[in-house]
């Protein structure tokens, strides 16, 4: 099984940047696709960027050139937020897939405000 944990969420005016980072407790990342999603309040659960194996990238096309997702050689995988914006508001998750496995972090939350 994988347990994965968010870190590096916090509290940004407008514009600012954060950079989170989901650590595994095992190296997946080399067969799993890895991703972020979010859940704003009073909305459902998004996908905002996935990163698998070949250099699959996916991006939401609300934050289209302003996040960026990668990894590392060891057990991480960030997602780099740049001007930030309001609605950018929630609780950012990290996912691990591979085939029927499916595993979720408990979430870092992200307030974008001024």
């Known amino acids: 099984q994988v347990q994965l944990v968010e870190s590096g969420g916090g509290l940004v005016q407008p514009g600012g940047s954060l950079r989170l980072t989901c650590t595994a407790s095992?190296?997946?990342?080399?067969?799993?696709?890895m991703g972020w999603y979010r859940q704003g309040p009073g909305k459902e659960r998004e996908m905002v960027a996935i990163i698998g194996p070949g250099s699959t990238l996916r991006y939401a096309d609300s934050v289209k050139g302003r996040f960026t997702i990668s990894r590392d050689t060891s057990k991480n995988v960030y997602l780099q937020m740049n001007n930030l914006q309001p609605e950018d508001t929630a609780v950012y998750y990290c996912?691990?897939?591979?085939?029927?496995?499916?595993?979720w972090g408990q979430g870092t939350q992200v307030t974008v405000s001024s």
């Open positions: 095992r190296t997946v990342f080399n067969s799993y696709f």
């Open positions: 996912n691990a897939k591979y085939r029927s496995q499916n595993y």
